[in-house]
């Protein structure tokens, strides 16, 4: 009589087998279409905390170097801040002073550079859709003061189209004026 095997013990291998490479496949593909789709990596939370932690300094008045990456603005700035408003823009590299009114320079605003304008965009990116199929962007947050420090956005892999990648840069920020908190009653 021949020697039979025992088809439990074959079909238990092929089992293990088979949960060892899905299981690690499955999570390698959650995690890769999950970035894929989503729009920022930041949470709402975040946003929330970091803007708080700028509001607690008290920081009145600044003067921060800039570095951006948009068709329009393309290139380095330093620029000062009184009162969450723009008083002053120079381009560093050409040493050019930017005369701004009215927050506008031929009706384009440079606002977007300011701590202020970067949490309005960190907050329009926070409370869109987390789900995007066409952009995906970036937001880191100073660790000691909480002011955005890097707001970038990229088209996804599929979404063809050109000249829509760009983000703007703190690159530093000099704390020039604080306002004295108010005593709590």
């Known amino acids: 009589?021949?020697?039979?095997?025992?088809?439990?013990?074959?079909?238990?291998?092929?089992?293990?087998?088979?949960?060892a490479g899905f299981f690690p496949?499955?999570?390698?593909?959650?995690?890769?279409?999950?970035?894929?789709?989503?729009?920022?990596?930041?949470?709402?939370?975040?946003?929330?905390?970091?803007?708080?932690?700028?509001?607690?300094?008290?920081?009145?008045?600044?003067?921060?170097?800039?570095?951006?990456?948009?068709?329009?603005?393309?290139?380095?700035?330093?620029?000062?801040v009184r009162d969450g408003q723009l008083v002053s823009l120079s381009k560093l590299r050409s040493g050019a002073v930017i005369t701004v009114t009215n927050g506008t320079l031929s009706g384009l605003s440079p606002n977007f550079m300011t701590v202020e304008g970067m949490f309005e965009e960190a907050d329009r990116l926070t409370s869109s859709s987390a789900l995007d199929l066409q952009m995906s962007c970036w937001v880191d947050f100073d660790d000691a003061l909480g002011y955005p420090s890097d707001i970038s956005c990229q088209p996804k892999p599929w979404y063809d189209v050109t000249d829509v990648s760009g983000g703007t840069q703190i690159t530093s920020l000099k704390v020039l004026q604080r306002a004295t908190p108010s005593p709590t009653p």
């Open 1 to 19: 009589m021949p020697i039979q095997e025992h088809p439990n013990e074959d079909e238990r291998y092929r089992r293990r087998v088979f949960w």
């Open 25 to 80: 496949i499955t999570c390698v593909v959650i995690f890769c279409v999950g970035f894929a789709v989503l729009g920022t990596n930041v949470t709402r939370l975040q946003y929330d905390a970091a803007l708080s932690k700028w509001r607690s300094q008290n920081i009145t008045e600044y003067e921060a170097t800039v570095s951006d990456m948009s068709m329009v603005w393309a290139g380095d700035y330093k620029l000062r």
